[in-house]
């Protein structure tokens, strides 16, 4: 294969020729990408525009002011500390499971995929209420907590937890459909040349899945940093000690303090904005990657 | 490294990948492994490799006992079937992979693993394709650079998966010549796995014919075509027609009319194998040994003609002769001939098919 063909293949999806055949008249085509626009446009931008505006409504001074005020700047701080603990637990608890799942077969394994769902398909206050009945004081576990002196519910860990909860599927979901269809025979080859299992994970094992694996992570943080429902169930909203960014506007809006919820809220719009941005130029490196053109030219069939 | 396999047993399931199976591969060798798919040929390399765990049985290196060695400990170069190259590492890294993982008192110095990668790829003749990944490789470029990255660790026997198996037709039929030289040159012990007749008989030393997770034969490549053990060794190493036949007095005879003269202590029916080009078209009857058969399509294309023809009892039969004596004899379809064997093969213990 030369070279431009290599290249070519980069993206075969992306590249699959629109035929005559399988394409619509320009009435259509502009009808359907029109009922897109107008959409994105009222819920999507129009939204998203009214939330700068509003943060921005006083002047910047009130609006950095409104960041500055130490109950907001409490909320930054215990979101920024969730998500920093929520997120390395999910990387490992995700390749763990991702590599099992792609690597082995076992009973129960089919279990376990829909196991990791679950924090998708349960509602969030749901995954909240079992902390508490699991943790809380009048829960399974409250009286031993006590005794020890450990506080869950209402405090800091409570967060964590619940956190880590909700958005444990993120990257384990990313790796595995990776894993399964890179299969085992590269990690054969390392054993038989002489690699060690750290040697094989970081040196082949890890390279190859290092795309999907960022991927993951990037998702996982911005639902760690944005989780409402289970945290707010866990929490207590306790100003400056136990209130995250989102459960803090919450608070802001309820107090028609609209400047300051909507400054805060800004925060989480930009993360958002971030997120999609790192995604998208994710997506764009992967395929300029010699392993996307792997993947692509594997895809072909063999040379 | 001679390469003895004792008594290997694999189940997978239900399924019996190997049944008792013994192997005896002296040093130095190429050898294939040679079989239908799920025969275990595959599944059997891999033991040897150290992939896969017999359930009972002993593998051995040059007598010693390795059966408990993990593929990392065991120094076996590995060639997969669909080269499973480092995707992310350009040819040179590829090659160097085994070296550099290497403990480090183990390790060959950075100007000394340069210069093994180096000599390996003028070997693998890809000395400027270094910097090149292996998606922008072609397929038998690629195959070569997993023959090298295997090498490089010196490995102790040299085993090849399907080696040649997803390549087209022309860049195997040179791979596999390269491959035979390169053995030649280096000597190191080798195992490949095949479905290919014709790529076991023409590369290898000796050729272990396997069928439903047994051993049938083992031989060199025209011991085990010229002397077939088994039917099945016979049927999968060439085309053939089967007849019924019937052995009477040491005489056989297909169906019941033509009389081979071929001595057998069998008597009765059995089944008659015959290549297709050990049957000779005439035009005219050949005293009693013969029998007749209408041409229904001719094949001229390549070094041989093959003619497709049905016999007076009705069935197919096969034969090829030489562009010569097709031209000789100007045969035309739905043209009545004589069919002669010249050459038959009866095996023993075994009843009409």
Not at chain 2, 84 to 94: P, Q, S, W
Not at chain 2, 140 to 169: H, S, T, Y
Not at chain 2, 268 to 283: A, D
Not at chain 2, 293 to 299: C, F, L, R
Request: glycine share 8%; net charge neutral.
């Amino acid at each position: 294969m030369s070279m431009a063909t290599a290249v070519s293949l980069r993206n075969p999806a992306a590249l699959a020729p629109r035929t005559a055949a399988t394409s619509e008249g320009p009435l259509v085509r502009w009808l359907l990408t029109g009922i897109v626009a107008v959409f994105l446009g009222l819920f999507l931008v129009l939204p998203l525009m009214m939330v700068f505006a509003s943060a921005l409504a006083k002047g910047v001074a009130v609006y950095v002011a409104s960041l500055r005020e130490p109950e907001a700047w409490a909320a930054i701080r215990l979101t920024l500390l969730a998500a920093a603990i929520a997120v390395p637990a999910n990387v490992v608890f995700g390749l763990a499971a991702a590599w099992a799942i792609g690597k082995f077969d076992f009973f129960g394994k089919s279990i376990l995929i829909t196991l990791i769902d679950l924090p998708f398909a349960v509602s969030p206050v749901v995954s909240g209420l079992v902390y508490v009945l699991l943790f809380g004081l009048q829960g399974v576990l409250g009286p031993c907590l006590a005794a020890h002196d450990l506080k869950i519910i209402f405090a800091v860990p409570g967060i964590v937890l619940a956190t880590i909860f909700v958005t444990f599927p993120f990257v384990a979901r990313e790796l595995i459909p990776l894993i399964q269809a890179q299969g085992n025979e590269e990690e054969e080859a390392a054993l038989t040349l002489g690699a060690s299992g750290w040697q094989t994970f970081f040196r082949v094992t890890l390279p190859n899945i290092k795309w999907g694996l960022l991927y993951g992570v990037i998702l996982c943080n911005a639902r760690a940093m944005g989780e409402f429902g289970a945290v707010s169930v866990v929490s207590g909203h306790i100003r400056g000690r136990t209130n995250t960014v989102p459960l803090h506007i919450e608070i802001l809006y309820n107090e028609y303090q609209f400047v300051p919820a909507f400054a805060v809220a800004s925060l989480l719009a930009l993360l958002a904005l971030l997120t999609l941005f790192i995604k998208s130029a994710i997506e764009w490196r992967s395929k300029q990657q010699p392993a996307g053109l792997e993947a692509a030219a594997n895809q072909e069939g063999p040379a | 490294m001679s390469i003895e396999a004792v008594g290997i047993t694999k189940r997978f399931g239900p399924f019996t990948a190997l049944d008792n199976v013994d192997l005896n591969i002296p040093s130095g060798e190429l050898v294939a492994l040679l079989g239908p798919s799920g025969s275990g040929k595959t599944t059997l390399l891999r033991i040897i490799a150290g992939l896969e765990f017999a359930d009972s049985g002993t593998v051995r290196f040059n007598g010693s006992d390795i059966t408990d060695q993990s593929a990392r400990e065991r120094r076996v170069g590995f060639v997969f079937q669909h080269y499973a190259l480092f995707r992310h590492m350009t040819v040179f890294e590829n090659i160097a992979f085994g070296l550099r993982v290497r403990p480090r008192s183990l390790r060959p110095a950075k100007s000394g693993i340069d210069r093994k990668v180096k000599d390996l790829l003028s070997l693998i003749q890809l000395e400027n394709l270094s910097h090149r990944y292996p998606a922008q490789l072609s397929g038998g470029q690629r195959q070569r650079v997993a023959l090298a990255r295997a090498l490089a660790v010196e490995p102790r026997v040299l085993l090849l998966d399907e080696p040649f198996g997803a390549l087209d037709a022309k860049v195997r039929l040179e791979l596999r010549r390269w491959l035979r030289q390169l053995h030649d040159e280096i000597h190191i012990t080798s195992v490949f796995v095949t479905h290919d007749q014709e790529e076991a008989l023409e590369v290898a030393d000796r050729v272990v014919v396997m069928n439903q997770g047994r051993i049938e034969q083992v031989g060199a490549p025209d011991e085990v075509y010229n002397y077939p053990a088994t039917p099945f060794v016979y049927r999968f190493l060439g085309n053939v027609n089967l007849f019924h036949g019937r052995i009477d007095e040491g005489q056989a005879y297909l169906h019941d009319a033509v009389d081979q003269g071929r001595g057998t202590n069998l008597e009765g029916n059995t089944t008659v194998y015959v290549r297709p080009h050990w049957l000779e078209i005439r035009r005219q009857p050949n005293d009693e040994n013969h029998f007749r058969a209408t041409i229904k399509h001719i094949n001229s294309a390549g070094p041989l003609v093959k003619v497709e023809a049905v016999s007076e009892w009705g069935s197919p039969v096969h034969i090829e002769l030489s562009q010569e004596r097709f031209r000789d004899l100007q045969l035309t379809r739905n043209e009545a001939v004589f069919v002669t064997p010249k050459e038959v093969k009866v095996f023993d213990d075994e009843p009409a098919a």
